[in-house]
């Protein structure tokens, strides 16, 4: 940004990016907060000690160097989607981010169908440049605006997960500077306990510069459909809930069907994906398992681009595009051993229409996973969730300022009634959906696989170099 300054720890930063003061800034910068910083939950104010945005792994190990021996903490933005800020490193003002937007390197191996990608490129450009490297392609979320940094180092899951399994699945390995600044690439065959921290756990082991993922031929033939629920009585809205989990629930589905149900105040959505042709969807009769819909949808994509873009879409329109708002959000799976009990879905629907939301702007996600993501074992990644067979996100947003606390106690509710209630309750966050209130979210997050994890941690960044409220800890 052309600021100056005189502290020595700033003096290295500038030497580590060569001297090249466009590519760093500092809180003396006009419009810091709004051009550098770029908080993407308002709810949680940041004030960075320097925002980096190198330009090659050698400067983002200078970088680190320069953190480390100052006992600076630092965090690797991508996309910046943290539902917490963590990658401004929220709750730790006077840290270093670097911020990988610089990081848009594409290759693709035709022999080996590997792909190397850039960690700040963003998802829709993983799309496109995978799609122009020959039809390929990776499974990944639907927000376009999402870094892939991020979301392949947390889970990465999306409508191709049952078939594909997550992000981190398809990494083969991984460019990474560590807290002792040297750059390594871990794969399964060297570091392999660094990559196995990659995957779900990034974020507490190092920053990865660029990943080299194992790729997918694009589907073909794709039907996109969508079953609106107006029912304004509780009951029916519970009913046609209870419909869905038994649909999901079936241990032969076929993982070509993605659906996710999204609640807004009166509107009960069914929507998805089926990969596969018109003529197999029809066969699969879905509109007969909801006949209380009142209007049923059908786009049949022949164009992957086209499916992709149509997702992004329904992103932006269910909780707002990428726009820095204050909101807040929570998480819970749902495994096959803990199905929702009829009686605590009939609760949770009374809940939701006598309980007072304090905001105008909620929407609640139920999504199903299963399939692929789930014939991996729990401890092969740091990614703990193999189990889950659905996972409910609800979110909120107030747009005149934080979240009320009445906002907040709703949607800790609908957690609270679900562990409260039910006799095998769920347990445990996506990592990816960052809920800074939870009593121990190291436990939430990474269950089983988290002592695995404080060891690795020890072992490779023992002084806590790359830190946030909520990773790994060091003990």
Excluded at 378 to 392: C, E, G, S
Excluded at 405 to 412: I, R
Aim: aromatic fraction near 12%; charge should be negative.
């Amino acid at each position: 940004m052309g600021n100056t300054t005189s502290s020595a720890v700033e003096q290295c930063l500038v030497s580590a990016v060569g001297g090249d003061t466009s590519l760093l800034a500092f809180p003396n910068a006009p419009l810091y907060q709004a051009i550098d910083v770029m908080p993407y939950n308002l709810d949680h104010p940041v004030t960075p000690a320097a925002v980096t945005f190198p330009t090659s792994a050698e400067q983002v190990a200078a970088i680190v160097k320069c953190a480390a021996e100052a006992d600076i903490k630092v965090q690797a933005r991508s996309g910046g989607h943290s539902y917490a800020n963590y990658g401004m490193t929220r709750g730790v003002d006077g840290a270093i981010v670097v911020n990988l937007k610089n990081f848009q390197q594409f290759s693709y191996d035709p022999r080996t169908q590997y792909a190397t990608i850039g960690s700040g490129t963003l998802l829709a450009d993983v799309t496109k440049k995978l799609h122009d490297a020959g039809g390929r392609a990776m499974a990944h979320g639907t927000g376009p605006q999402i870094g892939i940094g991020g979301h392949a180092t947390i889970g990465g899951l999306g409508p191709t997960s049952r078939q594909w399994g997550s992000a981190l699945d398809h990494i083969e390995s991984a460019q990474v500077v560590l807290a002792n600044s040297s750059i390594i690439t871990a794969s399964s065959t060297e570091y392999p306990d660094i990559l196995y921290g990659i995957k779900g756990a990034g974020a507490s082991f190092g920053i990865v510069t660029e990943f080299t993922f194992h790729t997918e031929a694009e589907p073909g033939e794709a039907v996109q459909y969508q079953l609106v629920f107006n029912i304004d009585d509780t009951s029916s809205r519970a009913n046609t809930f209870k419909a869905w989990q038994n649909l999901i629930s079936d241990p032969d589905l076929t993982r070509k069907f993605a659906s996710n149900i999204i609640l807004t105040e009166g509107t009960l959505l069914i929507e998805g994906t089926y990969f596969g042709t018109k003529a197999e969807f029809d066969a699969f009769q879905l509109e007969t398992k909801f006949p209380s819909n009142q209007g049923y949808n059908v786009t049949v994509f022949n164009d992957w681009l086209g499916l992709v873009a149509d997702w992004a879409v329904d992103e932006l329109e269910a909780i707002g595009g990428g726009i820095p708002v204050h909101f807040y959000a929570k998480s819970l799976p749902f495994t096959y051993s803990t199905l929702i009990p009829d009686e605590v879905i009939d609760d949770f629907f009374k809940y939701l229409d006598t309980t007072d939301p304090g905001t105008l702007i909620w929407v609640i996600f139920f999504d199903l996973e299963g399939g692929k993501t789930s014939d991996i074992p729990v401890d092969a990644t740091a990614y703990f969730h193999r189990d889950a067979l659905f996972w409910i996100q609800t979110y909120a947003i107030n747009l005149l300022g934080p979240v009320s606390s009445t906002t907040n106690n709703f949607l800790n509710g609908i957690n609270d009634l679900f562990i409260s209630k039910m006799p095998n309750p769920p347990f445990g966050a996506y990592p990816g959906y960052v809920d800074p209130e939870l009593a121990n979210g190291q436990q939430e997050y990474w269950g089983s696989n988290l002592e695995r994890l404080i060891q690795i941690k020890a072992a490779v960044d023992p002084q806590d170099t790359f830190h946030n409220p909520q990773s790994v800890p060091v003990k």
